[in-house]
């Protein structure tokens, strides 16, 4: 699985690593999410309204899902 960390609080960014998330299970991984400021941008809205509904957990507990991650990806 595939940990993406959004800790950004530009609303640019945030939604460029969420979109890149929804690209990562375009390859076919696992991907879990963990967005430690509100969503910040329509865009994001989107991207993590399409993740849900892809089955993929949006909003996970960093503690909780480390030790599921093979890798982890931050974006600040």
Do not use: C, K, Y
């Not at 309204?49 to 982890?72: C, E, K, Q, Y």
Request: hydrophobic share 45%.
């Amino acid at each position: 699985m595939i940990l993406v960390v959004v800790r950004t609080r530009d609303p640019h960014r945030q939604s460029e690593a969420l979109r890149a998330a929804l690209g990562v299970t375009l390859r076919g991984e696992r991907v879990e999410v963990v967005v430690e400021q509100p969503l910040l941008t329509p865009l994001a809205e989107r991207s993590v309204a399409t993740l849900r509904s892809f089955g993929h957990p949006v909003g996970v507990d960093l503690i909780d899902a480390l030790p599921r991650a093979n890798v982890v990806e931050v974006w600040t």
